[in-house]
């Protein structure tokens, strides 16, 4: 059994703009399980937004990871390695996906298939417009042509968001969720919500900062549209806090830490009749591929990271006529697209 690892920049096709942020480019980091000839493949993208970069999660990796001499048990196995990351989920993750795509490939079935999941029945998913220059809108817009929902970044003030609406409208009146990235405050999120919901749009994701439970119960019960918790919503421990305050939660695998939490997070959110959207991060194929295989599971992707970069050096999921499409291959099912030496 051997782990290695490397660092990878992923560039952004325009400039990736939310409320709080912009960025051209992102470093993350692979991470690699090899056995028996096979490869575990897995990838850590850390948000500044919980703390995490990837020299943190570098730091960890060279300082070293304990391995079980053998992968005879994912579950065991994942209990003894998942620890040393020391509570860096996007590390954690990284990890959880290399060790059951490794174990699957031994196995010869998809992760699909060791969840339980139906790949005949996967979502489509949304394709981003985040926030930036207005004069790029139409080349978004036509961008976005294969997929049947966009999700519109929104959060920088009525005015601002208002414009970045009518401009993406005068393009298309395709369904939209809205994603304010905790950037309202009540009065504008109650404006805005009662405004957009004759814009054709499905439900808002965070309006306020994730310490403000106290306003979205307010705008709860004011909006004509439902609130996913994105921010509120890390991992199952949240789901009990929120149960009430929100129509339904987002699950990050970036966020949560590994496959079996959102796991988790999917069986709570059901016994309490929640929705359930599963996003990412800018990440490629490996991280978005990964939560691809959990997508049957829940109500809403937004799946899309991978589109949003312009030179990932992985293929996995891909999609038709906007709905996501697993590789039939097993474990993740990838395929390494790039030439790059310190890629496998």
Sequence with gaps: MELSF??????????????????DYYDIVYVYLKSEGFVGRGESAPSARYNESTKNIIDILEGGIS??????????????????????????????????????????ISICEYFGANPEKMPKTSFTISIGDLNLIPEKISEAKPYNILKIKLGIGEKQDKEIMNAIRAETDTLIRVDANEGWDLETGIKMCHWLADQNVEFVEQPFKSTNLKDTAI???QSPLPLIADENSINSNDIPEIYGIFDGINIKLMKCGNLFEAIKMVKMAREREMKIMLGCMIESSIGITAAAHLSPLVDYADLDGNLLINNDPYSGVTIKNGRLVLPNKSGLGLSLSSKDKNLI
Excluded at 6 to 23: A, K, M, Q, V
Excluded at 83 to 108: H, N, R, T
């Design 6 to 23: 490397t660092t990878f920049r992923i560039n952004c096709t325009h400039p990736f703009g939310i409320s709080r942020s912009t960025h």
């Design 67 to 108: 391995l079980p001499e053998a992968l005879t048990d994912p579950i065991k196995f994942s209990n003894h390695v998942l620890p040393q990351a020391k509570s860096l989920k996007a590390l954690e993750v990284a990890l959880s996906m290399a060790i059951l795509d490794l174990w699957c490939q031994k196995e010869g």
């Design 219 to 221: 705008l709860r019960k």
